[in-house]
């Protein structure tokens, strides 16, 4: 006799096989897996997962499922609160992302909204899942075996093709719109940005940027200088357009 498995909020769309939306899926459970196992057979990333019902009763990823057992599992349903702990994983202390190279232009839109995105592109999987479990971040990729990975706690599979929708979406998921900063942390290292005096960086700046700008910020990690700027305007604009409340909701 096999177990049912039904899913919700759109994790019925993450099986590798097709399958009739609301029907439930029979699953051989003769290797008595726990829930997660079960769910990630069918291709379903576990961080992905923002609820589970064992037989009715909410439940964690680990007890074991037995035949005749039923499992509803329901998608992350936005806005998602990662300062706060479930039953499937614990808070996180603050809001934080680690971002993978297949999303990497992600990590610079991030930080230019003001997110805190850690980006390497030097580790491989297992260094960037341990990076984000040891920092308590949230791991952004489009790679479902490295968000199965069980180092992985905090994780979104990121749907969206272009950057910018990939912001959004993020944005969206975590309603993260009343956390945006623009232009307050360094687009290079993902430091905090410092005002500085204009009279103290003035000999680092060429003739035009001298006479048409006062005010000035600097990445006291990496020394890069920051100014307003026509580019940087345009971006702040799309960012907060595109990150809108009323740009989630599709008004
Ligand atoms: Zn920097």
């Known amino acids: 006799m096999p177990a049912y498995v ?10 590798r096989r097709w399958l009739a939306h609301g029907q439930p899926i029979s699953l051989s459970v003769l290797r008595r897996p726990s829930v997660k196992d079960l769910l990630e057979s069918l291709g379903i990333p576990h961080p992905e997962i923002g609820r589970l019902l064992l037989n009715g009763c909410e439940v964690s990823f680990a007890p074991v499922v ?22 499937l994983r614990p808070a996180l202390n603050a809001v934080r992302f680690a971002v993978d190279v297949n999303v990497g232009k992600l990590a610079s839109l991030l930080r230019m909204a003001g997110l805190d ?21 949230v791991l ?3 790679d479902r075996s490295l968000l199965r990975r ?6 979104h599979l990121v749907r969206a093709s272009r950057p910018i929708e990939q912001l ?18 360094c687009l290079i290292c993902n430091s905090l ?12 700046l060429q003739p035009l940027t001298r006479k048409y700008y006062d005010s000035f910020r600097i990445c006291r990690a990496c020394d890069k200088i920051y100014w307003p ?10 960012l907060l357009a595109l990150t809108s409340p009323a740009a989630a909701s599709g008004r």
């Open 140 to 142: 952004l990729s489009r």
């Open 229 to 238: 700027g026509t580019h940087r305007e345009r971006m702040a604009r799309l």
């Open 168 to 185: 959004a979406e993020v944005v969206r998921l975590y309603g993260l719109h009343d956390r945006l900063a623009p232009f307050s942390r």
């Open 6 to 15: 039904v899913l919700h909020n759109g994790l019925q769309e993450l099986p």
């Open 66 to 87: 037995e035949e005749g057992d039923r499992v509803e599992a329901f998608g992350q349903q936005p806005p998602v609160d990662l300062l706060a702990a479930s039953l």
């Open 117 to 137: 995105a850690f980006y390497d592109p030097g580790l491989d999987d297992v260094g960037l899942a341990e990076a984000a479990r040891q920092q308590g971040r």
């Open 193 to 204: 940005l410092q005002p500085v005096d204009k009279a103290t960086v003035l000999h680092r």
């Open 150 to 155: 069980n180092l992985v706690q905090h994780g």
